[in-house]
């Protein structure tokens, strides 16, 4: 595996290695690499001739000062575990390699109510942060697919209109959500839980599992409210929300009448470490 921290190395690498019309497969990530994202790397490896990792910790994505500094950087074992994974480039810029001084960081997109709803209502002008670096790093890797998880499941339909309206040369394949073995969906956060903390997450997969096995035999809107209070029993939650939503609008369901389409999505935090998850519910 080659580390390119500046945009024209990885290009100048890029460049070499695409003879022929090979295919590049792209993971973007924020790095502290668990099986959630190795997941991702070992189906871009199998689709792609050449596998691109990026980490980037992407301040503009993120609302908090305090949740940017605390966020888990740990590159060097990172780039063990991909090494392992046998990814060919690992990208690893630093934030004025993305943002130079002086250079505009615009992008003019309307992601209608997708951006507002949900995570956009708690973290205003995260999603923005993040259409602008998958943008950004797409023109620089030109990837033919790019990974992305649903656990993430509001930023991938983000990335997807983004791709879309901007009728992006790229495919977006969206990845299932790895699970610890309580049912906790991996994420970097999950480092910062403490052992009590950590012991009592795995509630967030049993409210969705309840809602999943009941679903259909009661009205949405009382499902929506009952498993919102069984989160906010465990006294170390606080929820954010709880939504049942239509896959894709994101806006809150009224009947099973679609079941296909529905997904329940949450966001609880937990000693001030913020975790979503989410589940569809008749699949
Ligand atoms: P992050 O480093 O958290 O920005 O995540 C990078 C990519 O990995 C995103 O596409 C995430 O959706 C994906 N990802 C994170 N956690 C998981 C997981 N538990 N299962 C599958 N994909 C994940």
């Known amino acids: 595996m080659k580390t390119l921290l500046h945009i024209s190395d990885l290009q100048k690498e890029l460049r070499a290695s695409l003879d022929g019309n090979k295919s590049i497969g792209f993971v973007p990530t924020m790095g502290a690499i ?20 990026s980490i980037f910790v992407n301040p503009i994505q993120f ?39 002086g250079e505009e960081t615009q992008l003019d997109i309307d992601f209608g109510r997708l951006d507002k709803v949900m995570e956009g209502k ?12 998958v943008n950004k790093l797409f023109d620089i890797v030109k990837p033919s697919r790019a990974y992305f998880g649903s656990k993430d499941f509001q930023q991938l339909t983000i990335i997807q209109h983004m791709t879309e309206s901007l009728k992006l040369p790229v495919e977006i394949v969206p990845c299932k ?29 049993g409210v969705l599992m309840f809602t999943k096995a009941n679903a ?10 009952i498993a919102q209070k069984r989160l906010a029993e465990n006294r170390a939650f606080q929820v954010d929300y709880f939504e049942i939503v239509d896959k894709r609008t994101l806006l809150p369901i009224n009947t099973w009448n679609e079941p296909e389409q529905i997904i329940a999505c949450t966001a609880v935090n937990i000693g001030g470490i913020r975790l979503i998850d989410n589940m569809e519910l008749f699949s």
């Open 216 to 225: 259909d035999s009661i009205p949405v809107r009382k499902l929506q409210v």
């Open 63 to 101: 609302n908090s000062e305090v949740d940017l500094t605390g966020y888990p950087r740990m590159i060097e074992q990172d780039s063990k575990a991909l090494i392992r994974e046998e990814v060919d480039f690992l990208f690893a810029p630093d934030v004025v390699e993305m943002y130079p001084p």
């Open 177 to 205: 959500t790895i699970r610890e073995s309580d049912g906790l969906a991996m994420s970097s956060r999950n480092l910062k839980l403490t052992i009590g903390e950590r012991q009592v997450a795995s509630e967030i997969y």
């Open 34 to 53: 668990h099986s959630g994202h190795i997941s991702l790397i070992k189906r871009s490896k199998q689709e792609n001739d050449i596998t691109v990792c």
């Open 122 to 133: 708690h973290r205003p002008g995260h999603f923005k942060g993040v259409a602008i670096v």
